[in-house]
């Protein structure tokens, strides 16, 4: 074990001494590989900000349960109990029919409603779910309509689906933009690692006749093509980053505009890990294909 970390830590040294050892390169490399990263990694990030934005202005999607006109106080109750052991509902609230028609009388129809004798309005309950799952909305309502004296379940999720709709489309667009840009990443790191084992084959042939192993050799240059990607990774990182710092203030003002509160949000640490580690791995994976096709006919 000691041995195995000793041969990875002196690989480690040797490829970081190549990467200082042209500090423009290393540079170019970088912003090259990063610059790529942050065009998916932006777009991944704009579309959960605008997930977060939509449903700050559109409002939590809402299921209505309309009773029975004949529905009484012990059939209400009951059904009271069910939505209580319903673990999948967040919060409900119930509205009387009186409550309701004196909302339809704030909302301006007075003078419609002044010439009905009667309240024409059922009882009801308005009911949040724990999660915007389009399905889970559908299932609700399928299981709820055939309580007894419910005599219509309404749902609030068509612009859930519209929405899920429309971020399931822009994520599939995303990955597959990181798809073409990860290959591209990995065919730069390709000719990199090609060129050091040009310009190492004296060294490398060297080194066999002193009795060095392939994999003793292979090692740092698989660090060298990790670490490049992992430096590409964090220039990502400050790209994106530095792109949320200048559209923060114009998003804000127009979340205002539709009267909700929003910050423009930036990768948490679980984004950022990702973002360096694929980074660094298309890096190795460049560095290793580059290593395996040309190691062998240096």
Not at 9 to 16: D, S
Not at 234 to 261: D, F, H, I, M, N
Not at 265 to 286: K, N, Q
Request: proline content about 4%.
């Amino acid at each position: 074990m000691m041995n195995w970390l000793y041969l990875h830590g002196r690989a480690i040294v040797h490829a970081l001494r190549r990467l200082l050892a042209q500090p423009l390169g290393t540079l170019l490399s970088a912003l090259v590989v990063g610059i790529a990263l942050s065009l998916p990694g932006g777009g991944y990030l704009l579309l959960d900000n605008v997930a977060t934005l939509a449903r700050g202005v559109s409002g939590t999607p809402e299921i209505s349960l309309f009773l029975d006109m004949d529905a009484g106080a012990a059939e209400r109750a009951a059904i009271e109990q069910r939505l209580k052991a319903t673990p999948a509902l967040a919060s409900y609230r119930f509205v009387s029919r009186d409550e309701a028609l004196r909302q339809l009388e704030a909302s301006g129809l007075g003078d419609v409603l002044g010439g009905l004798t009667d309240n024409p309005l059922p009882d009801a309950f308005v009911l949040a779910p724990r999660t915007e799952d389009p399905a889970l909305f559908e299932r609700m309502a399928e299981d709820m309509q055939a309580w007894p004296k419910v005599a219509q379940v309404q749902l609030d999720s068509a612009w859930v689906k519209r929405l899920h709709a429309l971020l399931g489309l822009g994520r599939s667009a995303v990955l597959m933009l990181a798809g073409l840009l990860g290959f591209a990443l990995v065919i730069v790191t390709f000719n990199t690692i090609r060129l050091q084992i040009l310009t190492q084959r004296q060294e490398i042939a060297v080194s066999r006749l002193l009795g060095a192993t392939d994999p003793f050799i292979r090692r740092p240059f698989y660090w060298f093509g990790g670490l490049q990607g992992a430096l590409g990774g964090l220039v990502a990182l400050g790209t994106v980053w530095l792109g949320v710092r200048a559209l923060s203030a114009p998003v804000t003002a127009l979340a205002e505009t539709y009267g909700a509160v929003f910050t423009l949000g930036g990768p948490d640490w679980r984004a950022a890990l990702a973002i360096v580690a694929f980074a660094a791995f298309l890096g190795w994976l460049g560095a290793a294909i580059s290593v395996r096709r040309h190691l062998a006919v240096t």
